[in-house]
């Protein structure tokens, strides 16, 4: 795993083996990590885990995308990595099972699932075979993060629906948007650490399936 940062010219051959490295380490992780992910939903869906348990796995979660980040550097973090995807993957669970109990649950999962796999696979191959930089999106992105976070804020008191349904929609613009955004910063020499890319990533791609199965759900008045 390489730490130093990369320079911002890529004529030379050792940057652009550099730059491959990463992303292949990347995606290989990635890849891993959501199968990580698929295991320890299944098992919690399995074992019945309650709401309240869902709550508390993803406080865990949050702990341990500290731990992450900062033993990116080391081996330590491969194994934080997985914990937290993990961990991650069971705090679905119910709401999973939740979505199945209903008549077209499934179709709504498997909606919701094809739907990020395109997502993520089309504006990554755009990433990659365009090269372009998406660096300029970062205040964009950081801002409907912000917005996004006080309207979950609000809405905690005020309950409405359709200020859920609108913070669902901006997530997944915003998640789409940061896969832009950090495929870029691989590419471009801004991320050198495959362990925190992946993280990067998977988060997005986790929020991804959330919000567009949220969103399904009430398009389909469930």
Not at 16 to 34: A, D
Request: avoid cysteine; glycine fraction near 10%; aromatic fraction near 10%.
């Amino acid at each position: 795993m390489q730490n130093n940062p990369l320079t911002s010219s890529y004529s030379t051959t050792g940057s652009g083996v550099e730059i491959n490295k990463v992303l292949r380490n990347t995606y290989w992780l990635l890849s891993m990590t959501l199968f990580t992910s698929a295991i320890a939903a299944g098992a919690s869906m399995a074992m019945g885990l309650s709401h309240g348990a869902a709550l508390i796995l993803m406080l865990v979660g949050f702990g341990l995308l500290f731990v992450v980040n900062s033993t990116a550097d080391s081996s330590k973090g491969i194994v934080a990595i997985f914990a937290f995807t993990g961990v991650m993957g069971a705090s679905i669970g119910p709401m999973l099972n939740a979505y199945l109990a209903l008549p077209n649950g499934p179709q709504l999962v498997m909606q919701a699932l094809a739907g990020t796999a395109i997502v993520f696979l089309s504006l990554s191959a755009y990433a990659l075979t365009t090269r372009k930089d998406f660096s300029f999106m970062g205040g964009f992105l950081m801002t409907g993060l912000i917005l996004v976070l006080v309207a979950s804020l609000a809405n905690i008191f005020l309950a409405m629906p359709i200020l859920s349904l609108a913070s669902s929609g901006l997530i997944v613009l915003i998640m789409s948007g940061l896969i832009l955004f950090d495929t870029s910063r691989i590419i471009h020499g801004g991320e050198t650490n495959y362990i925190r890319a992946t993280v990067s990533l998977y988060l997005s791609i986790y929020n991804l399936f959330v919000n567009l199965l949220a969103l399904l759900g009430v398009m389909n008045d469930d």
